[in-house]
């Protein structure tokens, strides 16, 4: 049952390998649109204040309606910073 599992698993990653090869612009559009919620979400677990809003207009530069502390705001720039890093880091297909 594992072994199908896996093997499902693989067909299908290598189905989306092969669709996957002429829409690299529309991936890093859906990537670059995934910033804000991963960040949001990540923060969320350590007790961030923020919400999924205050969080995308905090990574677009736009001022938020409440006063939020400068950790936050911090906290979610670099996120964002790392998560962009780690985007153009060479992918280790092994």
Same mark, same amino acid.
Do not use: C, G
């Given at each position: &049952?594992?072994? &199908?599992?896996?093997?499902r698993i693989s067909e299908l990653? @290598?189905?989306?390998?092969?669709?996957?090869?002429?829409?690299?612009?529309?991936?890093? &559009?859906?990537?670059?649109?995934?910033? @804000? %919620?991963?960040? #949001?979400? *990540? +923060? @969320?677990?350590? +007790?961030?204040? =923020?919400?999924? !809003? %205050?969080?995308?207009?905090?990574?677009?530069?736009?001022?938020? +309606?409440?006063?939020?502390?400068?950790?936050?705001?911090? %906290?979610?720039?670099? =996120?964002?910073?790392? #998560? *962009? #890093?780690?985007?153009?880091? !060479?992918? +280790?297909? *092994?």
């Amino acid at each position: &049952m594992k072994l &199908m599992r896996l093997q499902r698993i693989s067909e299908l990653f @290598a189905q989306f390998q092969l669709k996957s090869k002429e829409q690299e612009s529309l991936l890093t &559009m859906v990537d670059d649109t995934e910033i @804000a %919620e991963r960040v #949001y979400n *990540s +923060n @969320a677990i350590e +007790n961030s204040t =923020l919400t999924l !809003p %205050e969080t995308e207009k905090i990574l677009i530069q736009l001022e938020i +309606n409440r006063h939020v502390s400068l950790r936050e705001v911090f %906290e979610a720039k670099n =996120l964002a910073l790392v #998560y *962009s #890093y780690i985007k153009k880091l !060479p992918q +280790n297909n *092994s």
